[in-house]
């Protein structure tokens, strides 16, 4: 690389979002529309998890909001990212919830007494994260939450378009209307202006 500037955050999430949603749609988009669904009845509601217990979910739920942090902006937690991954565990990452599991179990174990991730101040979850970034754990939850900030919001996650607001994606309408290119313009007698 020519240029050793570190990203900013807005771009880190640019370039997840595509990446995700490239990903999303090449493995499993069909499979995701109907967890999404699911998901994003139940954080519009604010029910009870479907899969997970509730102190392993404020655990999952803080290793999101650690990924995806607040800020100046809001992070997973304002996004809901945590009923996808709810949903996503309990229907087509079922498969997939032994292992996040055993990686939470194994996380928590290395604290004191009866200490869990969520208790942790945000330092402190920070340097633990860091710890186990190569971990196959730690990637699954960390896909796991750019799916869900970046999902349809009508589907579950990216509560009120947060996600897509954030990196300027103008994504609020479907996927046939306009603007998607000229050729789009052209049938809806709209013009192309380039943008």
Same mark, same amino acid.
């Given at each position: 690389?020519?240029?050793?500037?570190?990203?900013? $955050?807005?771009?880190?999430?640019?370039?997840?979002?595509?990446? &995700?949603?490239? #990903?999303?749609?090449?493995?499993?988009?069909?499979? !995701?529309?109907?967890?999404?669904?699911?998901?994003?009845?139940?954080?519009?509601?604010?029910?009870?998890?479907?899969?997970?217990?509730?102190?392993?979910?404020?655990? =999952?739920?803080?290793?999101?909001? $650690?990924?995806?942090?607040?800020?100046?902006?809001?992070?997973?937690?304002?996004?809901?990212?945590?009923? =996808?991954?709810?949903?996503?565990?309990?229907?087509?990452?079922?498969? #997939?919830?032994?292992?996040?599991?055993?990686?939470?179990?194994?996380?928590?174990?290395?604290?004191?007494?009866?200490?869990?991730?969520?208790?942790?101040?945000?330092?402190?979850?920070?340097? !633990?994260?860091?710890?186990?970034? &190569?971990? +196959?754990? =730690?990637?699954?939850? $960390?896909?796991?939450?750019?799916? +869900?900030?970046?999902?349809?919001? #009508?589907?579950?996650?990216?509560?009120?378009?947060?996600?897509?607001?954030?990196?300027?994606?103008?994504?609020?309408?479907?996927?046939?209307? *306009?603007?998607?290119? *000229? *050729?789009?313009?052209?049938?809806?007698?709209?013009? *192309?202006?380039?943008?």
């Amino acid at each position: 690389m020519t240029n050793n500037k570190e990203l900013s $955050r807005r771009d880190f999430l640019h370039s997840a979002g595509a990446i &995700s949603g490239i #990903s999303c749609l090449r493995i499993a988009a069909p499979a !995701l529309v109907s967890l999404t669904q699911a998901a994003c009845s139940a954080k519009e509601q604010s029910a009870a998890f479907v899969t997970l217990g509730e102190a392993e979910a404020a655990d =999952f739920s803080a290793i999101a909001a $650690r990924i995806i942090p607040t800020t100046e902006t809001p992070g997973a937690t304002e996004a809901g990212v945590i009923y =996808f991954i709810d949903r996503a565990f309990g229907e087509e990452e079922s498969g #997939s919830l032994n292992v996040a599991r055993d990686g939470l179990d194994a996380l928590n174990a290395t604290l004191p007494d009866a200490t869990r991730f969520a208790d942790l101040d945000e330092t402190m979850q920070d340097v !633990l994260l860091k710890s186990i970034e &190569s971990d +196959g754990f =730690f990637n699954l939850l $960390r896909t796991m939450t750019v799916f +869900g900030f970046f999902a349809m919001s #009508s589907y579950g996650g990216n509560k009120d378009h947060i996600g897509w607001d954030l990196i300027g994606f103008k994504g609020h309408h479907g996927a046939w209307e *306009y603007p998607f290119g *000229y *050729y789009d313009a052209a049938v809806h007698g709209g013009s *192309y202006d380039g943008e």
